[in-house]
């Protein structure tokens, strides 16, 4: 790599709902606060398949997809402390903030009042688009950028930039741990991380799926319990039973029915975002002085805890190693529910 803009391998989504292809994309020179990743592993999360099709409104194409990135720091610019060559390093959902607005100052860089840059489809503060990890290597400010422990798998490690904060995140803030009570609602990539976090965090854990088939991986991930939401009998038999329900799945739900198995003041926090609107009884929050809550992500103060408490207690993702050229085949995979239970890509084969 020179100190000019250069081109790297990348897979885009040319257009919306467009199948992915290999290309290259700019990367921008290493500016004094930036380093330089060689991408290992890029994780595919369910928002890459909703952006690089459309779902979340109008995106910005060509979209390279990708915010879960491990991989090695090559270069760093002339005021880089943070970092050296040859650190292991993460980049997650975001790659800037507005740094002035009074979250970004309490380190919740994810809530910037201005909007933070997503690593990719988005725009930075030059209007230039951003472009993912499903690349070879990617230009960051280091204020941005995590350090990925030595007790952590590069591969497995790479998910945890979003499925991990994304559940850690809400998991601490509605304080889950001993004597409390929690429902992971969905066992997928996300689902699988918040059994994990919430069981190392000392809650007593229980998820809720559509169906039994995955009760075995769930109570060896940490679960205590495992019910389906497909039998009317468990909402009767869990009525009032949850300090905390975090909802991981992207699909439009019956939100009155799972308020009805927190207990008062307990909170249904979502993370998983669906594409389509819900309607809801507001009487289902007033009965019992509920939260129907969500949150998103995490800071970089707070996705660095994450990475060490994860490496602290040996908590990788579950992980299916695929090359780019079954990015595609990846996807409908994950549409169908058909992986266990995050596709990393090895980007060596970009």
Not at 17 to 31: D, F, M, Q, S, Y
Not at 65 to 92: L, M, N, W
Not at 111 to 120: F, P, R
Not at 295 to 322: K, N, P, R, Y
Request: some cysteine; hydrophobic content about 40%.
């Amino acid at each position: 790599m020179t100190a000019q803009i250069t081109t790297v391998s990348a897979y885009a989504a040319p257009s919306a709902k467009a199948p992915l292809e290999r290309t290259t994309i700019p990367r921008r020179p290493v500016g004094e606060f930036d380093v330089l990743i060689d991408i290992k592993f890029a994780g595919i999360c369910h928002s890459d398949i909703h952006q690089a099709r459309d779902g979340w409104g109008e995106g910005i194409f060509p979209m390279v997809p990708g915010h879960e990135i491990a991989g090695i720091v090559t270069e760093v610019g002339p005021g880089v402390t943070k970092f050296a060559v040859g650190d292991r390093a993460g980049v997650g959902c975001m790659v800037d903030s507005c740094r002035e607005c009074d979250n970004c100052k309490a380190g919740l860089e994810q809530y910037c009042a201005k909007g933070n840059v997503g690593t990719y489809n988005a725009l930075d503060k030059n209007g230039e688009p951003t472009y993912g990890g499903y690349s070879t290597h990617i230009v960051v400010d280091e204020n941005y950028t995590v350090g990925i422990p030595e007790g952590l798998a590069l591969d497995e490690a790479a998910p945890l930039l979003c499925a991990g904060i994304t559940t850690y995140s809400p998991l601490k803030h509605w304080n889950a741990g001993p004597g409390k009570k929690v429902a992971v609602l969905g066992m997928g990539g996300l689902g699988h991380m918040g059994v994990k976090i919430a069981h190392a965090l000392g809650a007593e854990v229980t998820v809720l799926s559509q169906s039994l088939r995955k009760r075995e991986d769930g109570l060896k991930l940490g679960a205590d319990h495992y019910y389906t939401t497909s039998d009317p009998k468990t909402f009767e038999e869990l009525a009032g039973t949850f300090d905390i329900i975090l909802s991981t799945v992207s699909a439009p739900l019956d939100f009155g029915a799972f308020l009805s198995l927190l207990k008062t003041d307990g909170a249904l926090v979502n993370v998983g975002a669906p594409e389509e609107p819900i309607s809801l009884n507001l009487f289902s929050v007033i009965a019992g002085r509920k939260s129907l809550s969500g949150s998103g992500i995490g800071g970089i103060q707070e996705t660095q805890e994450m990475l060490d408490f994860c490496a602290e207690h040996g908590l990788g993702a579950e992980i299916e190693l695929i090359e780019a050229s079954q990015i595609n085949e990846a996807y409908e995979r994950v549409l169908a529910s058909d992986v266990r239970y995050r596709f990393v890509i090895d980007t060596a084969t970009i």
